[in-house]
């Protein structure tokens, strides 16, 4: 992030304010403020949670690998057919 910070403080150097303590305001125009976000945005690491998924998609999920594994134990432990000779 500081990389991008750097970057936009060269780019909109003509737009920055003056202040006494500290130079981290800037007074953008509509376009300069979406190219300001549009540049965060493409260089923003998503990071996925849970909490983005539906409720009905992670119950049936749930559901779908208990059925699948029932289906599995009741497959490996039916007894094996046996051969009669005669």
Known sequence: ?????????????????ELIKSQ???????V???IVNWEFEKRSLYVFS???LPIKL????????????TVA???TSQPANSVIQP
């Open 1 to 17: 992030m500081a990389d991008i910070e750097g970057e936009l403080h060269q780019k909109f150097s003509q737009c920055n304010v």
């Open 24 to 30: 981290e305001w800037f007074d953008f125009n509509p």
């Open 32 to 34: 300069q403020f979406l």
């Open 50 to 52: 849970l909490s983005d």
């Open 58 to 69: 992670i119950i049936f999920s749930m559901i779908g690998l208990v059925g699948v594994g």
């Open 73 to 75: 134990g009741r497959l």
